[in-house]
């Protein structure tokens, strides 16, 4: 198990648009294995590569309540959106703050898994709103830019946290 250092919304690196990974090799499969780590330390729901400090188009999700369901996505993107949600979202780069966004209440997605084999998912729900928030990320866009109000404090350190 490793630990990666979670960067803060301030730094630079949460800006930046990151890059397609070309192929899996053993570095990439340890980033992905620190990464689901740092999530599950941090009682995160979600992670995106460049919360570490890597510009790679990786994010990990896990919405289950166990934390065991890792939901791990190379390259993705967006297909098919429908709907609409509005309520609170957090972020491991804002860690004890919340904020209502609207995001889509259904989303089709597709990316790689770690072979490199193209796969869909879809989601409602929390699951939507953890992929639309994870995929942001990786074009250097936070929630704090989509909040409908103010950004507040949350005193619940259970609070799901992307
Ligand atoms: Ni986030």
């Not at 188009?57 to 509005?86: A, C, F, K, W, Y």
């Not at 869909?120 to 929390?126: I, K």
Request: aromatic residues 4%; negative net charge; proline residues 4%.
């Amino acid at each position: 198990m490793a630990l990666r250092e979670i960067r803060v919304l301030g730094d630079e690196i949460l800006k930046k648009t990151c890059r397609e990974v070309k192929e899996m090799t053993p570095r990439m499969k340890e980033l992905v294995n620190d990464m689901l780590d740092t999530m599950y330390e941090a009682n995160g729901v979600g992670l995106a590569a460049p919360q570490v400090g890597i510009l790679r188009r990786i994010v990990v999700i896990d919405i289950s309540e166990e934390q065991n369901e890792p939901l791990i996505m190379i390259n993705p993107r967006l297909l098919e959106t429908e709907g609409e949600q509005t309520g609170d979202e957090g972020c491991l780069s804002l860690p004890g703050k919340a904020g209502e966004v609207t995001r889509p209440n259904y989303v089709k997605a597709i990316a790689y898994d770690t072979d490199m084999k193209e796969f869909e998912v879809e989601g409602t729900e929390l699951l939507a709103r953890a992929i639309c928030h994870e995929l942001d990320h990786l074009d250097g866009h936070m929630y704090v830019e989509k909040v409908n109000g103010p950004i507040h404090d949350v005193n619940n350190e259970e609070d799901e946290q992307e």
